[in-house]
């Protein structure tokens, strides 16, 4: 599913950044409040399928605040960058990020949930 979400969210910013007419536009905005909607209740799912009761808070804090710098880098680039190259930047982060998080899934679950235990307790 998070493999699918990255897939979705290169397509959409794809149209986004090609968009010159209201077709990829509309396209674009369709195909990421999608992924937006579908993976909502995932981010949550994984965060509590990675973390042990113990760093539950800690690890879903962590999640929260990760994506509420995201969206402030995403306003604060918007500011200094034309619209075209905002949408490239991006696009690039998110592959980016999409083979950390490919290398990352190859790892069993329980070793992920081990690795993050041993982080959080020191």
């Known amino acids: 599913m998070i493999r699918i979400s990255y897939i979705l969210t290169l397509i959409g910013l794809f149209c986004l950044s090609l968009f010159s007419g209201a077709v990829l536009l509309i396209i674009g905005h369709i195909v990421l ?14 965060t509590g399928d990675i973390a042990t009761k113990e760093n539950l808070p800690y690890v879903s804090a962590l999640v929260w605040m990760i994506q509420s710098v ?18 490239q930047v991006s696009f690039v ?30």
């Open 70 to 87: 995201s969206i402030v880098a995403g306003l604060v680039l918007g500011k200094f960058l034309p619209v075209h190259t905002l949408f």
């Open 93 to 122: 982060m998110i592959a980016v990020c999409g083979v950390f998080v490919y290398l990352i899934l190859r790892t069993p679950l329980e070793k992920i949930r081990a690795k993050i235990a041993a982080e959080v307790s020191h």
């Open 33 to 46: 409040a999608l992924n937006y909607s579908i993976m909502r209740p995932v981010i949550f799912a994984l």
